[in-house]
């Protein structure tokens, strides 16, 4: 890879780190990149994971200095996450993704108007005390995110997003530290399936990682310092980006 390519990877690499830690399905970019340069897509799919692991690192250490962390609920949550996420790396190896990415595209249209609908929760989350360990109905979703997120990865910040705030209680910013502490645990398992099948490009993926993390520790500080409010709005704008994506809107710029 010549230092062209290099510097366009670490360049997309911090625009994705910084939307995947506010967001989500910043690997979009990320995933484009890596095609343009010319890995497969399995090979990207699995390159990408590298940098998801540095850049989780990286903002559950700031999430946790800032105390917006619950480690004890987050790693509860995790756990069918990483069990979904195995799951998801398998079929990944196997499936066509075009039908999924579709479906997943209408899911998020349904995902704005929630978030349009009830705004305060997004923002306050819920007054009650939240409960450690998952119910059962958490654990279920949690375990279809992590196969989602297993098999793809693009958009799986979004549901994790949504099934903290509305299945948990979180508000934005502590649902993003949870958010990137869950990623980091199921996504060590799903890199392990990829690497396991020969599918991940170390070089290229250190390389994206180094933009992820410059992208994760920009996008932490504006959460803490605009707080949820800012995260929601950003959250719309991404939202809307990430459907039309999903249902081949911009693959002319492929």
Do not use: C
Request: glycine share 10%.
């Amino acid at each position: 890879m010549d230092w062209v390519n290099s510097l366009l990877v670490v360049g997309v690499g911090i625009i994705a780190g910084f939307i995947n830690t506010l967001a989500g399905s910043g690997s979009i970019f990320a995933l484009w990149v890596l095609i343009f340069i010319g890995l497969p897509a399995n090979v990207a799919n699995g390159t990408n994971r590298i940098a998801i692991l540095l850049q989780s690192i990286v903002a559950v250490n700031a999430f946790k200095k800032h105390k917006q962390l619950d480690v004890k609920q987050a790693w509860w949550l995790s756990i069918p996450a990483i069990l979904g996420s195995i799951v998801g790396a398998s079929l990944a190896l196997k499936l066509d993704e075009k039908m999924m990415r579709q479906a997943i595209g209408v899911l998020l249209i349904i995902m704005f108007f929630l978030i349009l609908y009830k705004p305060e929760q997004w923002i306050k989350g819920k007054s009650e005390e939240t409960k450690e360990k998952p119910t059962v109905l958490q654990f279920i979703i949690f375990f279809a995110i992590g196969v989602y997120g297993g098999f793809i990865q693009v958009g799986v910040g979004f549901f994790l997003l949504a099934g903290l705030v509305l299945g948990v209680g979180l508000d934005l910013v502590k649902a993003n530290a949870a958010k990137v502490f869950i990623t980091l645990f199921f996504t060590i398992f799903a890199l392990a399936v990829f690497m396991y099948n020969n599918q991940v490009n170390y070089k290229i993926g250190f390389v994206l990682a180094v933009g992820n993390i410059i992208g994760t520790l920009i996008a932490t500080k504006f959460a803490f310092s605009w707080g949820p409010k800012f995260v929601r709005y950003f959250l719309l704008v991404i939202i809307v980006f990430a459907s039309l994506e999903l249902f081949g809107i911009f693959d002319f710029l492929k």
